[in-house]
C-alpha cells in the first residue's frame, strides 16, 4: 500500500525524517508554505506508521520546517527590505541563510524530535 516502499526499505526511520526536514527546508523556498506542508504530511506520516518515532513530532517538525523559507531571497515577504540598500547581496545572504538552515535542521532533529518522543509519546 505504501508506493515509496521500494525507496525507503533500506532507510532507517532516522534517515527518512532526516530527508523529510531537509525536504521542507528546500521545497518551502519555492512553493508555499502551505503546499510544503501538505506535500510532506502525506509523504512522511504514512512512511513512519511503524516505526517508533513519534507521528506528532514528525508533523511538528514539518510545520516548524515549512514556515522556514529562507534560502532564496523571493521566499520572504521582507526579503526587498533587506536587499534595497547594496550592503546585503544574494551571495552573501544565501551563505549565511544556509547556516541558519542547517542550524535549525539541527535544533529539529536534536531537540524537537526527542522532546515530542518525550512528551508526546
Not at 532526516?18 to 527546508?25: E, N, R, S, T, Y
Not at 514539518?62 to 526587498?80: D, E, G, K, N, R
Not at 540598500?85 to 542547517?102: A, E, F, H, P
Amino acid at each position: 500500500s505504501n508506493i515509496l516502499a521500494p525507496i525507503t526499505r533500506s532507510l532507517s526511520p532516522m534517515a527518512i525524517v532526516i530527508l523529510i526536514v531537509l525536504g521542507c527546508l528546500i521545497v518551502t523556498s519555492f512553493i508555499s508554505d502551505m503546499v510544503t506542508m501538505l506535500l510532506f504530511f502525506n509523504l512522511g506520516i504514512p512512511m513512519l506508521a511503524n516505526t517508533n518515532i513519534s507521528p506528532t513530532a514528525v508533523t511538528i517538525l514539518i510545520v516548524c520546517m515549512s514556515a522556514y523559507s529562507c534560502l532564496v531571497p523571493t521566499a520572504s515577504a521582507t526579503a526587498p527590505l533587506f536587499f534595497a540598500d547594496d550592503n546585503i547581496t544574494v551571495k552573501n545572504s544565501l551563505k549565511w541563510n544556509l547556516v541558519m538552515m542547517v542550524a535549525a535542521c539541527a535544533v529539529g532533529l536534536i531537540v524537537v524530535l526527542p522532546l515530542g518522543r518525550l512528551i508526546l509519546g
